[in-house]
């Protein structure tokens, strides 16, 4: 079945930078538009950070500036690079990927930032 395996959250210091990966498989990548999304406990899942098959991006205004996503066609794999990050950047990220009526969700990775 489809599979995306995030990675690379973890606790860090306010100011401080993290960058998160998530890997597909068992999908034809190129074709997918993949997003990073957001959950705060008590909060609604939100957009983070979206980028297209051809590589249009688009951010939510909290943390345009701050972070950039990427994909590498070749692994298969997203990237959020998250810096200058703030307490309230702290929530599980969690990967999307969409094509058409197929939507696909990571198990999510857990961000901290806290002093």
């Known amino acids: 079945q489809v599979q995306l395996v995030e990675s690379g959250g973890g606790l860090v210091q306010p100011g401080g930078s993290l960058r998160l990966s998530c890997a597909a498989s068992?999908?034809?990548?190129?074709?997918?538009?993949m997003g990073w999304y957001r959950q705060a406990p008590g909060n609604q899942r939100e957009l983070v950070a979206r980028?297209?098959?051809?590589?249009?991006?688009n951010y939510a205004d909290a943390v345009k500036g701050r972070f950039t996503i990427s994909r590498d066609n070749a692994k298969n794999t997203v990237y959020l690079q998250m810096n200058s990050l703030k307490s309230e950047d702290t929530a599980v990220y969690y990967c999307?990927?969409?094509?058409?009526?197929?939507?696909?969700w990571g198990q999510g990775t857990q961000v901290t930032v806290s002093s």
């Open positions: 999307n990927a969409n094509f058409n009526n197929q939507n696909y």
């Open positions: 068992r999908i034809p990548f190129t074709f997918y538009a």
């Open positions: 980028i297209s098959a051809g590589s249009n991006t």
